[in-house]
């Protein structure tokens, strides 16, 4: 069992999702300049042949709450972000949101408000933690991606 496991509860897939550099690059700054507040945004991205995702895009949205605690997104824009995705021959890969002074783990309204089973949600710290989670570095913002059903959590970890 993983210290992520013990801490958090989640279970570990075995399965990675890639991202590429420009795409978390731009999901890292645009979730520092927003800070305090929560960021959000849309992960785009492909599936390869074999089945595998790879973020290659992050569509910005905005938090209309503009809350260091919550975030919610303005449906016009999401609806303009699958467009776009549509228009690109992108895929949604799943929502992203920071948690500027919290671990990447759903919180309790995280996990209500799931309400796709299939759906990835990505949860971008930039809290500095130490969670036993391989391929990040202590200290660096970490980047994982989950599956949420009832309040079962599975952990995808999302790899540059
Ligand atoms: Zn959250």
Known sequence: ????????????????????????DSILSQARKDAPVESCGYALGVKGEDG???????????????????FSLDPKEQFAAIKYARAHGLVVVGGWHSHPASPSRPS???????????AFYLILSLAP???????????????????????????????V
Do not use: C
């Open 1 to 24: 069992m993983t210290i992520g496991e013990q801490t958090y509860g989640w279970q570990e897939s075995n399965e990675v999702i890639h991202i590429t550099q420009e795409a978390y």
């Open 52 to 70: 595998k995702l790879k973020i290659t895009y992050n569509y910005p949205l905005t938090n209309i709450d503009h809350s260091e605690e919550h």
């Open 108 to 118: 309790e309204e995280d996990k209500r408000l799931a309400f796709d089973p299939n």
């Open 129 to 159: 933690e130490v969670s036993g989670q391989p391929y990040v570095p202590e200290g660096e913002p970490v980047l994982n991606a989950f599956r949420i059903k009832e309040k079962e959590v599975t952990r995808f970890p999302v790899i």
